[in-house]
């Protein structure tokens, strides 16, 4: 089975991830994780802590010669802005109580940590509960990606809007992926990523933040992955869950998603026909390539919306938890639009999902043993 877990604050000395269950046989080194962290920590309008840190990963564990051996793969990212941190951040007692945060911050995790823990410093909260964690997830992300590319199942994500700013210009194939990747903010849409930019200016002049949606396409996947046979072997809702979980995620869409809900059933599903070669083929996607749980042979297609950041540099008003009088919220270097970002986590977190699927189906303990598994699995259709 393939898990993982991440440990590691935003301000400490750095985040682990330990990712169990990879078979033995992939090809990986710290440089295509790398390439990954690089894409999670660009995007216009990302704050302060992207020129200081230029993430990069350790593997600790489970690779040699640049092979995966069966063992657990132990990744270490080093938090570079530590040092500026370690008087506040420091693992080991010191004996002087740094001064405590006392101003939540609406919409982010301060409030409900604080309470939920009975600290009096909500920096034990904003630590962990910070999106810095994603670039632990990124990486566990590169290790999927990578397994799943020996299959030819590839991933991409575009960023639909931001703000108020929209693009319909969808993904169609791999080689939009390059178009994207050329983008400031991610966005297929020459002139969509053009107004985006602008959009996160204005909004950061104005000491406000924005958000946005964004799409991870999954091409090359095997139909019959994940199971309609119980709730929790569904594809869609582990996918949804999954991408839920990137912090400040409040909306994801299997598909055509809520659009359907206004539809004609006659509009809405995906008919099938023959090909000349006798194959079934369907001229649609709107069911995002799952249906009843399950992958169908046609792209995986999921979207998700972004709520705009809780940190503001013209802070919202709030109540000081220590001398209970009204404040204003704790301001902290902070990005002001995240979504071509969390995009990239979105990628990371759908490969792992699909990986985890991949592996249940055609699970071996090598790639040689899956390949196999696959192969017949493809024969006997
Ligand atoms: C890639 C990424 C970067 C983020 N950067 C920030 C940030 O700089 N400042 C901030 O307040 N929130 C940021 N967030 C959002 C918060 O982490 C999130 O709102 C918070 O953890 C509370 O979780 P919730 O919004 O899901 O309730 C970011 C989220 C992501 C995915």
Not at 72 to 78: A, E
Not at 157 to 186: W, Y
Request: hydrophobic letters at 40%; a positive charge.
């Amino acid at each position: 089975m393939f898990r993982f877990l991440t440990a590691g604050e935003s301000h400490g000395p750095g985040l682990t991830a330990i990712v169990d269950g990879v078979p033995a046989g992939i090809s990986i080194s710290a440089k295509d994780i790398n390439v990954e962290l690089k894409r999670r920590q660009g995007g216009f309008g990302r704050g302060g802590r992207m020129d200081i840190e230029s993430d990069a990963a350790e593997i600790l564990g489970g690779v040699r010669e640049g092979m995966t051996i069966g063992s657990p793969v132990s990744i270490l990212i080093r938090n570079k802005d530590y040092k500026n941190w370690q008087d506040r951040m420091s693992v080991e007692a010191t004996g002087k109580k740094p001064e405590p945060i006392t101003t939540p911050r609406p919409g982010h995790a301060d409030m409900a940590g604080y309470l939920k823990y009975g600290f009096d410093d909500i920096r034990n909260v904003i630590e962990r509960a910070s999106a810095r964690e994603t670039a632990a997830r990124t990486a566990v992300g590169a290790v999927a990606k990578k397994m799943l590319t020996i299959f030819d199942i590839r991933l991409a994500s575009n960023v639909l809007s931001i703000g108020d700013v929209k693009t319909e210009s969808v993904i169609n194939d791999m080689e939009d992926a390059k178009i994207i990747n050329g983008s400031q903010v991610r966005c297929i849409n020459e002139k969509a990523s053009k107004r985006m930019v602008e959009a996160i200016k204005k909004a950061k002049e104005e000491g406000d933040t924005l958000g946005g949606v964004f799409e991870i396409v999954v091409f090359g996947l095997p139909p019959g992955l994940g199971s309609y046979t119980q709730w929790d072997m569904r594809l869609d809702s582990r996918l949804a869950g999954a991408v839920m979980s990137i912090p400040a995620i409040k909306g994801v869409a299997i598909g055509d998603g809520f659009a359907v809900s206004e539809k004609k059933g006659s509009q809405v599903h995906d008919e099938m026909s023959l090909t000349r070669d006798k194959r079934i083929k369907r001229t649609t996607n709107r069911a995002g390539g799952l249906e009843g749980g399950v992958t169908n042979g046609e792209p995986v297609r999921v979207t998700a919306a972004m709520k705009p950041i809780p940190t503001l540099k013209k802070p919202l008003h709030t109540v000081d938890v220590k001398s209970t009088k009204e404040a204003l919220a704790l301001k902290e270097r902070s990005d002001v639009c995240a979504v071509p970002s969390a995009a990239v986590v979105g990628e990371a977190v759908v490969a792992i999902e699909v990986a985890k699927a991949f592996l249940e189906k055609f699970g071996g303990d090598s790639i040689k043993e899956i390949e196999r598994n696959l192969s017949s699995y493809k024969e006997g259709m």
